[in-house]
Each structure stands twice: as C-alpha cells, then as structure tokens.
C-alpha cells in the first residue's frame, strides 16, 4: 500500500520526513519512505489500543484522540527538520488529522502533507450518497469530510489547512489486492466509489 501511494503520491518537495498517524499505517511508512529515499520518523505515538472512530459521536473520537495521541518528546526539528508528510490508514470524518497537526505544530513541526492508503470514503458520487450499510458504523448521511467539503482532495487540504492531501485511487487499491490473488469481486467497495469495477456491482441510487 506504501509503493502504490507513492506512486500516486510522491513527496512534495522540501519534505524533511515520513511519518505515521498510528498505529495502523506504520507499514505503509515504512515502505513509502525507504522507496521514496526519505527517512521515517515516529514522530507520534498512542498511549493504547482506543480507535477513536468507533466511538458514535463526534465529541467522544475527538476526546478519545486528543487524550491518546502524542508528539514523541525526543524529536526535535532542530534536529530532524520540521516539515513532515503524514500517513494516515483512512480519512473519513477529518478527526485525526487536525489533532496531530495542531499537536505537532506546538512542538515546532508542520503538516505539509497527508496521505491516506484508502480511497475517499462517503461524500456522493455520480449522484450516489456513500456510506457502509454492512455492519460498520458509517452509515451513508455520516458526517464524512467527502460530504461536508465535496469528494475533492483540494479542498480537504484547505479544511485541514495542509499543502496537500491524497488518497488511493480505487484503481490503486485493487492493484494492490490483485497482487495477492484478491479480486475486485472480493471486495466491498460500496463506501469508496458508486463506479463499477470488473465484478464489483453498481449501487443503486436510493
């Protein structure tokens, strides 16, 4: 998932590090910052496990992620540079980033960039509202980013107030899965796109 995001996505220039939003994405950093020459730094870290987008509303992921999410203290910019691009395992609501930006920010560090390995999740396509109605709490009227701003990348950066933010294209995800004998028509793609993929159905508007 690192090399496909690089290849969508490479660094913007005067990038001085890759880093993760943990904990999930710290594979796709690795590998995104050893192929793109850049090193990788922890500059955050979690106190424990809490996902904070399984919590129902939207002041409860905020305060679970504020009380759990830290700029590593050994860091400093003098040190490793300031501006960093940041890897995030999905962007759906826009909770994470905005707390690991403003945190790092206290410490002297700026978020010019940030990358999700999944596609835009929500927002409507084709005339489509996305959403999962298949057991994960995203339901197609959540409060998505992709619905607040529009299913532009553009304009998410300027919501976050970064250079830039990039997802997976969904073509780039399912090369991925491809590689390990995973089909599109073993996928569920119904929160990311309303665009037919091989065997992968059309929704339908409701």
């Known amino acids: 998932l690192g090399l496909e995001l690089l290849k969508e996505h490479p660094p ?22 050893d192929a793109s020459g850049l090193p990788r730094m922890e500059l955050f870290y979690k106190i424990n496990d809490d996902r904070s987008f399984m919590h129902p509303e939207t002041d409860m992921r905020i305060s679970a992620i504020n009380e759990n999410l830290f700029v590593n203290h050994e860091m400093e910019p003098e040190r490793s540079g300031s501006n960093f691009l940041a890897i995030d395992d999905s962007i759906i609501r826009l909770t994470n980033g905005p707390v690991a930006k403003r945190k790092a920010e206290e410490r002297g560090f700026r978020m010019r960039q940030l990358l999700s390995y999944t596609p835009i999740i929500g927002g409507n396509e084709i005339g489509i509202d996305l959403g999962c109605e298949h057991g994960i709490d995203m339901p197609r009227n959540d409060n998505f980013v992709a619905s607040r701003v529009g299913r532009d990348p553009s304009a998410i950066a300027r919501e976050l107030g970064v ?4 997802f997976l294209s969904v073509g780039g995800l399912l090369n991925v899965f491809e590689r390990y004998g995973v089909g599109p028509g073993s996928l569920c793609l119904e929160c990311v796109t309303a665009k037919s993929y091989s065997s992968t159905p059309v929704l339908s508007a409701p």
Not at 20 to 28: E, F, L, N
Not at 163 to 166: A, F, N, S
Request: no cysteine.
């Open 163 to 166: 250079d830039y933010v990039g």
């Open 12 to 33: 913007l220039d005067g990038i001085d590090f890759v880093t993760h939003i943990p904990k999930s994405p710290i594979d796709a950093a690795h590998a995104y910052a």
